[in-house]
């Protein structure tokens, strides 16, 4: 997502989004939460534009229509923050479909191919079952946990890939 596109998702103007980004964004969104969310990127960005290409992504089918079905992406870069952490979010009516697993792999696959990166971490709500789930159907193992100031405990996992 381009500082462009988020600045018009931000906006309100959906037409202007949609068209940057050459898809079709799900209907009420972004929440409350999401705002913050592509607040919160949208000034990394600003702060460090090279670090765009590791911040977030759009989730779009492939079919007709190119339907936004979530995002992900890191949490910075690894040498910003200090470890490759991803985080993403998938929309409620297309969940438990594979979208995350296959996002979250093509993600770690990006790393590793454009920037060397071998290890990944995750952290996840207590009862966040789809989340747990996958994530040990990815080979994570939970390394800790952490208090987040917005959504309280996660567990955080790790994963490290050759």
Do not use: C
């Not at 079709?24 to 409350?32: F, V």
């Not at 590791?54 to 992900?72: N, T």
């Not at 040498?79 to 479909?97: I, K, L, S």
Request: charged fraction near 25%; glycine fraction near 8%.
């Amino acid at each position: 997502m381009s500082p462009t596109f988020i600045e018009a998702v931000l906006a309100g103007d959906r037409a202007n989004a949609e068209a940057t980004a050459g898809l079709t964004l799900p209907p009420d969104w972004p929440d409350e939460h999401d705002s913050r969310f592509l607040r919160r990127r949208l000034d990394q960005m600003r702060g460090d534009p090279s670090s765009q290409q590791w911040l977030v992504r759009a989730m779009v089918l492939r079919a007709r229509g190119r339907s936004m079905v979530g995002h992900i992406g890191f949490h910075g870069s690894p040498e910003t923050v200090g470890r490759a952490e991803m985080g993403y979010t998938v929309m409620p009516n297309h969940r438990r479909q594979g979208y995350a697993t296959e996002a979250a792999l093509a993600q770690m696959d990006w790393a590793t191919r454009e920037h060397g990166v071998h290890r990944f971490f995750v952290s996840i709500a207590p009862d966040n079952t789809s989340s747990l789930a996958m994530a040990a159907k990815l080979g994570f193992r939970q390394v800790g946990d952490q208090i987040d100031e917005e959504d309280g405990l996660e567990y955080v996992f790790e994963l490290a890939r050759r």
